[in-house]
T-cell receptor, first 113, second 111 residues
Framework: NAGVTQTPKFQVLKTGQSMTLQCAQDMNHNSMYWYRQDPGMGLRLIYYSASEGTTDKGEVPNGYNVSRLNKREFSLRLESAAPSQTSVYFC????????????FGEGSRLTVL | AQSVTQPDIHITVSEGASLELRCNYSYGATPYLFWYVQSPGQGLQLLLKYFSGDTLVQGIKGFEAEFKRSQSSFNLRKPSVHWSDAAEYFCALTGGFKTIFGAGTRLFVKA
């Protein structure tokens, strides 16, 4: 039982390049989230999806787009990467119904030069 | 506005000593509260949660936390720390909005 799987685990980009972070879950949860983690700032919500076909902005959505491809998959895209987007990105799902209890992937460490 | 504050950026304790990590929150009603642990290079794992009822909640790995409404606190405790407890700990809050996290407290364990 894999839970929440993120790819890639590491990525280095140059400023202006684009990339997509992939997230897949086998927990059959409706809600999925993308957070970024920066030193001293905890986790900040980028985007979330309450169900297949719906997405909403979180606290720090600028520079990102998301796609909820189906119930299992939720991807995060950086169209034109900036050094400020250097971070560790976490995908999570939520135990239902709306418990706030999150299950996390292992993270994707992104460096933008 | 809702917020979570973890006053200690890092704490060092000796192995076998007791531990208390502080968490204060701001929210207008009774929240759902959580503690997560993050080992280096890993995602976050739920230690324990408070939804309602008994204000002292037990979690995994011998951790417990106490909800104190009057102090808006949800402190994490462990009677005897093991070297494997060295990690970063996050307090989190949800209450009809998406989960928000404190900045985290890094725990160092001395031999």
């Amino acid at each position: 039982n894999a839970g929440v799987t993120q790819t890639p685990k590491f990525q280095v980009l140059k400023t202006g390049q684009s990339m997509t972070l992939q997230c897949a879950q086998d927990m059959n949860h409706n809600s999925m989230y993308w957070y970024r983690q920066d030193p001293g700032m905890g986790l900040r919500l980028i985007y979330y999806s309450a169900s297949e076909g719906t997405t909403d902005k979180g606290e720090v959505p600028n520079g990102y787009n998301v796609s909820r491809l189906n119930k299992r998959e939720f991807s995060l895209r950086l169209e034109s990467a900036a050094p400020s987007q250097t971070s560790v990105y976490f995908c999570a799902t939520e135990r239902e119904p709306d418990t706030g209890e999150l299950f996390f992937g292992e993270g994707s460490r992104l460096t933008v030069l | 506005a809702q917020s979570v504050t973890q006053p200690d950026i890092h704490i060092t304790v000796s192995e076998g000593a007791s531990l208390e990590l502080r968490c204060n929150y701001s929210y207008g009603a009774t929240p759902y509260l959580f503690w997560y642990v993050q080992s280096p290079g890993q995602g976050l794992q739920l230690l324990l949660k408070y939804f309602s009822g008994d204000t002292l909640v037990q979690g995994i790995k011998g951790f417990e936390a106490e909800f104190k409404r009057s102090q808006s606190s949800f402190n994490l405790r462990k009677p005897s720390v093991h070297w494997s407890d060295a990690a970063e700990y996050f307090c989190a809050l949800t209450g009809g909005f998406k989960t928000i996290f404190g900045a985290g407290t890094r725990l160092f364990v001395k031999a």
